[in-house]
């Protein structure tokens, strides 16, 4: 369908319904005031399709296209049109194809009571008060990559090479002929969408970009990390964010310091991952387990939660899609060091020792961000942090360079700290 303006905000968008928030979705990734970088309408192709039941996908073309795609991969459960704002309009505005899909979860979660939720036996319950409402009320989160059913995780990786020939065929179609290269970009589990395209199907792909990107492997995932953090927790949280034990615990379990803000509702960056909606950690280790542990057990109680281990059946499921390092394409690595819910010392330093393993060090190089977030919409809250989209798209930039002089990356096999997006090579 021809659209006269394909810019996050004036291009039409599905219907939002329960759970589905388009809009909503791309504005919960950016720092507020963040400029567009596409001052100017941009007209061209937008269509939204499906790869199946619950799928969905969005391809756009600007008119003025520069011959070349982009495929993003989709942060946790959130739509297809959660990159948006963040990338979206960054690529669109420099005549970039944009394609990104929602891995196949129809909605990402509603909140409601717990007596009227259709899926009481997957339900997220919250056990933390929210102005004094969602404990008090027995609020739920219905997660849509547990009902009606959950989906086979590995799939989601191999979702974005899926999309990506998808999207190929339809500007084909509607083009006459292909994307002459295709970049993959991905925030978090898009992220890991990425890192595993360009592993396992480097056909598709020129190049990528990860941003706090999820490492999985049996032995070291979010599953792994992530329970310490909400053992130390409640007596961080008893201390009035003082507890110098608890603080000293999560920071030894790999976990960036806390930091400690004045606004109201944001006194704690680690409170603001663990008990501030949407419960980042917490519902983490509750939604992956049921996704992937089939001995989990009972999972109803934040301490049963917080005492959760994977069992040998959920490392199995994890290994089929578990990144090896071995990268037959161009990545570079964006990561910020005040991360709290995909720490470097778990996701980013694991992988980058992956690669450098598989001895395909010279294919990838890691810039860390000094207090750099996990989402740049916390940048908002006073911590002093530091959006990370600027050094996204520099690196970006850095890696089309490289890639159409046929050279290797610049500052390949290497991990380094870049204090500004000009420090990227």
Same mark, same amino acid.
């Given at each position: 369908?021809?659209?006269? &303006? ?14 589905? &928030? ?10 507020? !005031? ?6 100017? =309408? ?46 979206? &309009? ?23 009571? *717990? ?11 919250? =056990?933390?008060?929210?102005? !004094? ?35 190929? *065929? ?31 199907? @480097? ?6 970009? *990860? ?7 049996? *032995? ?18 008893? !201390? ?33 991952? /663990? ?32 005492? /959760? ?20 394409? @161009? ?35 890691? /810039? $860390?961000?000094?207090?750099? @977030? ?38 390949? !096999?290497?991990?380094?700290? $870049? ?7």
């Amino acid at each position: 369908m021809h659209v006269p &303006d394909l810019r996050f905000g004036y291009a039409p968008l599905p219907a939002a319904f329960p759970g589905y &928030d388009p809009a909503g979705d791309a504005l919960a990734l950016i720092a507020r !005031g963040t400029p567009s970088p596409a001052p100017r =309408p941009i007209p061209g192709e937008q269509d939204f399709d499906s790869l199946g039941a619950g799928h969905r996908f969005v391809v756009r073309v600007p008119a003025a296209w520069n011959g070349d795609l982009v495929v993003c991969g989709t942060p946790a459960t959130r739509s297809e049109c959660a990159n948006d704002a963040i990338l979206g &309009d960054f690529l669109l505005a420099r005549g970039y194809a944009f394609t990104a899909s929602n891995k196949g979860v129809p909605y990402n979660a509603v909140l409601e009571p *717990e007596q009227e939720t259709p899926a009481r036996a997957t339900a997220y319950r919250i =056990p933390f008060d929210v102005d !004094g409402r969602d404990a008090q009320t027995g609020a739920v989160l219905r997660l849509g990559a547990l009902a009606p059913q959950a989906p086979d995780v590995a799939a989601w990786h191999v979702d974005l090479a899926d999309v990506t020939r998808a999207a190929n *065929e339809r500007i084909r179609t509607t083009r006459g002929r292909g994307p002459r290269r295709t970049y993959a970009l991905g925030l978090s589990i898009g992220g890991g969408q990425v890192r595993y395209l360009l592993e396992r199907f @480097p056909e598709l792909v020129d190049g990528g970009v *990860e941003w706090a990107a999820v490492f999985w492997h049996p *032995e070291a995932n979010l599953l792994t990390s992530l329970p310490a953090f909400l053992r130390a927790m409640p007596a961080y949280r008893t !201390g009035g964010f003082h507890d110098g034990a608890a603080h000293a615990a999560i920071v030894a379990a790999g976990f960036p310091p806390d930091r400690h803000g004045t606004q109201r509702g944001h006194r704690s960056l680690w409170n603001d991952h /663990y008990a501030s909606p949407p419960f980042y950690a917490d519902l983490t280790v509750f939604a992956f387990a049921r996704l992937l542990d089939p001995e989990a057990g009972s999972l109803e109680r934040l301490e049963q939660r917080a005492a /959760y281990a994977p069992s040998s059946a959920a490392q199995a499921r994890i290994a089929a899609f578990a990144h090896t390092g071995a990268l037959e394409r @161009p990545l570079i690595g964006i990561a910020g060091d005040a991360d709290v819910l995909v720490p470097p010392q778990h996701h980013a330093t694991p992988y980058f020792d992956a690669v450098l393993r598989a001895g395909k060090g010279g294919r990838y190089c890691q /810039y $860390v961000v000094p207090s750099g @977030p996990h989402v740049d919409a916390y940048a908002d809250f006073g911590y002093g942090l530091q959006p990370q989209l600027p050094f996204v798209r520099r690196a970006f930039e850095r890696l089309v360079a490289a890639v159409e002089a046929g050279e290797p990356l610049p500052g390949r !096999g290497t991990r380094r700290t $870049v204090r500004t997006p000009l420090d990227i090579w």
